[in-house]
C-alpha cells in the first residue's frame, strides 16, 4: 500500500492541475488515504486494547502441628511441620469481538520439613507448573453465551459452605490465600431479560480437584431471579449413578445493614436435604457479623469420625471440606480500619461432636500493590472429633505483591 502513495500523490496532482476537484478536497483525500489503517492493523488493534493481564506474586510460610488420630495414625497424609513457598499467579484475558479467552498459569515452588510420623526429619523442594483455570467463552447473540474450561464456580452468599453447589461446596473462605481447585465444565448462559438467567451447565471432568470417590459427570440447571431487594435461585441437578436433587438459594436486603438468606438442597428422601440459614448485620461503624446454622442430612454420623472416611464405610469425602451434619457460624469481619487493615474471625462448631475450629486473618495493605497476611486456624476437639483429629493447629504468615 504505502508503494502506492507517490503514484497516488501523482496523480492527485495532476487531477488537481487540471481543476477537477479543488485543492482543499484533494488533501483531505489524500490525509485520509495515508491514515486509514489495514485490515490486519485494525484486528491487531482490537486485540491489544482487549487484552488485560495482573500477575500476583506470593510468598509465605506455615507452620502446623498435625494430631496422629484414627484420621492420620503416625501422620500417613504427610502433613509437614514446617513449609514455605514462593508461586507466580498470572491471570490474563482477552476480549475479542464476541469471543473472551482467559487463562491463570501458576508456577508454585515449595519446601517442606516433616517433624512426625513415618517422615519425621525428611525435607524436600519442588516446584510445579499447571494451569489453575482457563476458559473460552463465545457470544452466539445478544443475552447468549456458551464456554467451556476450568473454573471454580461459586453462587451465594453463604460463609460457610455452599449446599446449593452440587459441584463444588468448598467455597474457600477459611484460607482466602490458598486457591480452591478448578472443575472443567461446559456451560450455556442465556439471559432474557435485566432479572432473570438461565444456565445449562456440564461437568464433565475433576480438573484439579482430588477427591476421595470416583469422579462421576453432574449436570445441571440454574435460573436466577434478581429483584430489587430480593434474588432467588433454582438449581436442578443430576450426578451419574445418584439420584436427581434440587439446590435452592434465596436472599432479602431486610435493610440497609441486614441480609438474611437461605441455601440448600433437597432429594426424594427428605432425611438427606442439607439446609442453611444465615444473615449478616452491617454496624455503622463498619464491622459485619455473620450467624450462620447449617444442617446436612447426608453428613456422617459413624463414629470415630475416621470411619466416615473409608471406602465402602463411610460417605464422606476430604472435598467434602466438613463431615459431619449440624454446625453452627459466627463471624466477624471489618475491612479498612485505617484505610489499610482487613480483619476477620470466624468460629465454626461441630454440634455433633462439640469440637470447634477458630480462624483468624489479618491483612495489611501498606501500598496499592502489597499485601500483608497472617491466617491461623485452631482446632479444639477430641482425637475421633472432626476438628482435633487432623491438626492442632496452622499459622501462614506471607506478603502478596500485584504487577
Not at 485490515?39 to 488485560?52: H, I, K, P
Not at 480438573?207 to 470417590?213: D, K, Y
Request: charge should be neutral; glycine fraction near 10%.
Amino acid at each position: 500500500m504505502r508503494r502506492l502513495y507517490p503514484w497516488l500523490s501523482l496523480l492527485m496532482a495532476l487531477v488537481v492541475g487540471s481543476g477537477w476537484i479543488p485543492m482543499e478536497t484533494a488533501l483531505a483525500h489524500a490525509e485520509g488515504a495515508e491514515s486509514e489503517p489495514t485490515l490486519l492493523e485494525r484486528l491487531r488493534d482490537e486485540a491489544r486494547q482487549g487484552f488485560s493481564s495482573r500477575i500476583d506474586l506470593l510468598g509465605f510460610a506455615i507452620a502446623q502441628s498435625p494430631v496422629g488420630s484414627g484420621v492420620n495414625p503416625n501422620n500417613i497424609l504427610h502433613i509437614p511441620r514446617l513449609q514455605a513457598e514462593v508461586d507466580v499467579r498470572p491471570d490474563l484475558r482477552l476480549s475479542f469481538r464476541q469471543l473472551v479467552l482467559s487463562a491463570k498459569p501458576r508456577l508454585e515452588w515449595r519446601w517442606r520439613r516433616w517433624a512426625d510420623g513415618v517422615r519425621q526429619g525428611d525435607s524436600e523442594a519442588d516446584a510445579e507448573v499447571f494451569v489453575q483455570e482457563w476458559l473460552a467463552r463465545y457470544r452466539l447473540s445478544d443475552g447468549l453465551f456458551a464456554s467451556y474450561g476450568r473454573e471454580n464456580l461459586q453462587w451465594g452468599p453463604s460463609a460457610l459452605v455452599s449446599p446449593s453447589n452440587p459441584f463444588n461446596r468448598d467455597n474457600g473462605q477459611n484460607n482466602p490465600r490458598l486457591e480452591v481447585p478448578g472443575l472443567d465444565y461446559g456451560r450455556v448462559v442465556w439471559l432474557p431479560g435485566n432479572a432473570w438467567t438461565l444456565s445449562f451447565i456440564a461437568n464433565i471432568d475433576r480438573g484439579r480437584q482430588e477427591m476421595l470417590r470416583d469422579f462421576r459427570k453432574t449436570y445441571a440447571m440454574k435460573l436466577d431471579f434478581t429483584g430489587e431487594n430480593t434474588y432467588v435461585s433454582l438449581i436442578p441437578s443430576y450426578r451419574e449413578d445418584e439420584k436427581p436433587r434440587v439446590g435452592v438459594l434465596g436472599g432479602w436486603t431486610v435493610s440497609d445493614g441486614l441480609l438474611v438468606y437461605t441455601e440448600g438442597r433437597l432429594s426424594d428422601a427428605i432425611d438427606e436435604a442439607a439446609f442453611l440459614v444465615g444473615g449478616s448485620y452491617t454496624l455503622e461503624r463498619g464491622p459485619t457479623v455473620v450467624a450462620e446454622l447449617f444442617r446436612d442430612g447426608s453428613g456422617c454420623a459413624l463414629k470415630p469420625i475416621a470411619l466416615c472416611l473409608v471406602p465402602g464405610v463411610g460417605n464422606a469425602d476430604a472435598a467434602d471440606i466438613l463431615l459431619r451434619r449440624h454446625y453452627l457460624l459466627l463471624q466477624y469481619m471489618q475491612r479498612g480500619i485505617g484505610h489499610s487493615l482487613n480483619l476477620i474471625f470466624r468460629w465454626i462448631r461441630n454440634l455433633d461432636d462439640d469440637s470447634n475450629r477458630m480462624i483468624g486473618i489479618l491483612e495489611y495493605e501498606p501500598g496499592d500493590r502489597t499485601q500483608l497476611f497472617v491466617i491461623g486456624s485452631l482446632d479444639r476437639g477430641k482425637k475421633d472429633a472432626e476438628f482435633g483429629s487432623l491438626i492442632h493447629y496452622s499459622l501462614m504468615a506471607g506478603v502478596r505483591w500485584t504487577l
